[in-house]
């Protein structure tokens, strides 16, 4: 633990251990706020869409990238103080803050989202088998409750023990699901927000929390990062998306697919019949790596140099999408990855899936010009990451499937 004595600032990051879950990018950013050697990280779990070995590995390789002359400090910064913890038990989270003790937490990087909680566990020998993945999206419709729950019943929470303990810094992990079927492409975060899944609620409703907070209070620094699709991994393949049971999402299924862990090796392509280019979705896929580096940014945005806030603001309160700027299809994004693995997909053409929408690319340029925030991995390379982790990890972190 970084005492009061320490340079290190401890932020709490909720979520840690996971990519980003399978949609999120805990441990890339664990890795990415460990790399500055200015932060100390806290991770808080429950371990129910992420593998606790994740953090080891983030650790392991933090370590490994410490110059010879690394100081007792630099070797501190790549430690992790981890807590198997439940955002959704105020005694849990409480018991962290109160280690730290009254203004001991500098920050808190609020990830963690609601996924896959309720999935049975097919195999109660094995404690990563589950049936079958859900998408939060698709999932929230089916367990609205337990998406309120622990997304909005517990972030509320988690600010309310912020504020008894001093603590008034929060970047928070939101979504491009925010926009529903946004009316003009790119997408300006100007743009209203309208969702048509609990889960995109859940979103919205945490914003608008997060910012009246704000309005409150002036002491409150917070930013609000709207992801759009992250992909890849560390080029390393030390750390990467392990999503449990057969992946919802597209890039780390084709991975699966290629990698011989998902029996049916036909794709299922969710209709081409959208008013895009080739008929399919289109999204907007930025490296994992720079969707991390996009909340050093914030982090370090709400420090007190910083001149991303107005001194004479109402409130200090910002969002922002994290994205390329760039629209790829499905088809395109399986011609990447055919290049990258070399396995001959074959796909067919089937219904829309339920909650998608024709294009989610992001307009990028406020976080570019107020953030100096950067996605400049192609997709190639974003594949060829993927890649690398999928078969140096065949059952991502798991001993079994
Ligand atoms: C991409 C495209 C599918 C699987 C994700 C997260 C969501 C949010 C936004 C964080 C879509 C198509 C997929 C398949 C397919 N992130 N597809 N066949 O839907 O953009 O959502 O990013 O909050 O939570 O899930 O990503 O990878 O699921 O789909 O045709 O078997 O691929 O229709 O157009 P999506 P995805």
Same mark, same amino acid.
């Given at each position: 633990?970084?005492t009061?004595t320490?340079p290190?600032?401890?932020?709490?990051?909720?979520?840690?251990?996971?990519?980003?879950?399978?949609?999120?990018?805990?441990s890339?950013?664990v890795?990415?706020?460990q790399?500055?050697?200015?932060?100390?990280v806290?991770?808080?779990?429950?371990?129910?869409?992420?593998n606790?070995?994740?953090l080891?590995?983030?650790s392991?390789?933090?370590?490994?990238?410490?110059?010879?002359?690394?100081?007792?400090?630099d070797?501190?910064?790549?430690?992790?103080d981890?807590?198997?913890?439940?955002?959704?038990q105020?005694?849990?989270?409480r018991?962290v803050?109160?280690?730290?003790?009254?203004?001991g937490?500098?920050?808190?990087?609020?990830?963690?989202v609601s996924s896959l909680?309720?999935v049975?566990?097919t195999n109660?020998?094995?404690?990563?088998s589950?049936?079958k993945a859900?998408?939060a999206?698709?999932?929230?419709?089916e367990?609205p409750?337990t998406?309120?729950a622990?997304?909005?019943a517990?972030?509320?929470s988690l600010?309310?023990i912020m504020?008894?303990?001093?603590c008034?810094?929060?970047v928070y992990?939101?979504?491009?699901?925010v926009?529903g079927?946004?009316?003009i492409?790119?997408?300006?975060?100007?743009?209203q927000?309208?969702?048509?899944s609990?889960?995109g609620?859940?979103k919205?409703m945490?914003?608008h929390?997060i910012?009246?907070?704000?309005?409150?209070d002036r002491?409150?620094r917070?930013?609000?990062?709207?992801?759009?699709n992250p992909?890849?991994a560390?080029p390393s393949g030390?750390?990467g998306?392990?999503?449990?049971g057969r992946?919802g999402?597209?890039?780390p299924?084709?991975?699966?697919?290629?990698?011989?862990r998902?029996?049916?090796?036909t794709?299922?392509?969710?209709a081409n019949d959208?008013?895009?280019?080739?008929g399919?979705?289109? $999204?907007d896929?930025l490296?994992?790596l @720079? /969707?991390?580096?996009?909340?050093?940014? *914030?982090?370090n945005a #709400? !420090?007190?140099?910083s001149?991303?806030f107005?001194?004479?603001?109402?409130?200090?309160y910002k969002?922002?999408?994290l994205?390329?700027?760039?629209?790829?299809?499905?088809?395109?994004?399986v011609?990447?990855?055919?290049k990258?693995?070399g396995?001959?997909?074959?796909?067919?053409?089937?219904? $829309?899936?339920?909650g998608?929408v024709? @294009? /989610?690319?992001?307009d990028?340029?406020l *976080?570019?010009k107020? #953030? !100096?925030f950067t996605?400049p991995?192609?997709?190639?390379?974003?594949?060829r990451?993927?890649w690398?982790w999928?078969?140096k990890n065949?059952f991502g972190?798991?001993?079994?499937?």
């Amino acid at each position: 633990m970084a005492t009061h004595t320490s340079p290190l600032k401890n932020v709490l990051v909720t979520g840690g251990a996971g990519y980003i879950g399978a949609i999120l990018p805990c441990s890339h950013v664990v890795y990415v706020l460990q790399k500055t050697r200015q932060y100390k990280v806290i991770s808080i779990d429950n371990n129910h869409n992420s593998n606790p070995a994740a953090l080891d590995r983030v650790s392991q390789l933090s370590k490994s990238e410490l110059p010879a002359d690394a100081t007792e400090i630099d070797i501190q910064s790549t430690e992790i103080d981890s807590h198997k913890c439940d955002l959704t038990q105020p005694d849990q989270v409480r018991a962290v803050f109160e280690a730290y003790g009254k203004g001991g937490i500098w920050g808190v990087v609020h990830i963690a989202v609601s996924s896959l909680s309720h999935v049975p566990k097919t195999n109660t020998s094995c404690p990563f088998s589950f049936s079958k993945a859900y998408k939060a999206v698709g999932e929230s419709s089916e367990i609205p409750l337990t998406y309120y729950a622990n997304n909005v019943a517990a972030s509320v929470s988690l600010l309310q023990i912020m504020a008894e303990y001093d603590c008034h810094r929060i970047v928070y992990s939101s979504s491009a699901t925010v926009y529903g079927t946004p009316p003009i492409i790119p997408i300006p975060e100007t743009t209203q927000m309208h969702a048509y899944s609990p889960y995109g609620r859940t979103k919205i409703m945490v914003e608008h929390i997060i910012e009246d907070l704000c309005h409150s209070d002036r002491k409150w620094r917070a930013v609000s990062l709207r992801y759009f699709n992250p992909a890849g991994a560390h080029p390393s393949g030390q750390i990467g998306e392990d999503p449990r049971g057969r992946p919802g999402n597209l890039l780390p299924l084709l991975a699966h697919m290629a990698v011989g862990r998902v029996k049916d090796a036909t794709l299922k392509v969710f209709a081409n019949d959208y008013p895009t280019p080739d008929g399919t979705c289109v $999204r907007d896929y930025l490296h994992v790596l @720079d /969707l991390a580096s996009g909340h050093l940014l *914030a982090l370090n945005a #709400l !420090g007190p140099d910083s001149n991303v806030f107005d001194p004479e603001a109402t409130d200090f309160y910002k969002a922002y999408n994290l994205g390329k700027g760039k629209g790829m299809s499905v088809l395109q994004i399986v011609e990447a990855m055919r290049k990258a693995t070399g396995f001959d997909y074959k796909y067919e053409i089937v219904g $829309r899936r339920r909650g998608d929408v024709p @294009d /989610l690319t992001a307009d990028p340029s406020l *976080a570019q010009k107020e #953030l !100096g925030f950067t996605a400049p991995q192609d997709l190639e390379t974003m594949c060829r990451d993927l890649w690398n982790w999928q078969t140096k990890n065949p059952f991502g972190y798991g001993e079994c499937y």
